[in-house]
């Protein structure tokens, strides 16, 4: 077996094939398949991170400005408190009397009653004077 072995050692046929040109200057089809593999997802993953990169500046973005607005809106909203009292503690009681309106609807069980032929107008009127304050 060994003698084999060092018979074949030196011959062409137990030889890998060339990786890169041959002599000819044509490059074997194996090697370049991987080679684009590699370059397309190394273009894909630059696409990919690019996307990732601008959807981090939109949300961002986004955040920045919700957060904006509602901290204006509620130093608007605590401003008007300080300035009225007592307007203000009409708005909480009577947003309040309307959401207890509407849970206690929600606990028949689906049929109909005064109830619930009251709390959507009552819950409509008060949300309508809450907005008309704020404005």
């Known amino acids: 077996m060994e003698s084999n072995k060092n018979v074949n050692e030196g011959t062409s046929t137990n030889r890998p094939a060339p990786k890169g040109p041959t002599p000819g200057g ?39 400005k919700t957060s904006e607005v509602l901290t204006n809106t509620y130093n608007q909203t605590m401003d008007y408190g ?30 109909t009653s005064r109830t619930n032929r009251i709390a959507e107008p009552v819950v409509n009127a008060l949300s309508q004077i809450a907005m008309e304050f704020f404005r």
Do not use: H
């Not at 959807?55 to 955040?63: L, M, W």
């Not at 309307?98 to 929600?106: A, V, Y």
């Open 82 to 111: 300080r300035e009225n009292p007592g307007k203000l503690t009409l708005i909480a009681f009577g947003a309040g009397i309307g959401i207890g309106i509407l849970l206690t609807s929600g606990l028949g069980g689906g049929r």
């Open 26 to 64: 044509s490059t074997p089809q194996a090697a370049t398949a991987p080679q684009k593999a590699r370059e397309m997802a190394s273009e894909v993953g630059g696409r990919v991170e690019a996307a990732v990169d601008q959807t981090k500046r939109a949300v961002t973005d986004a955040y920045d």
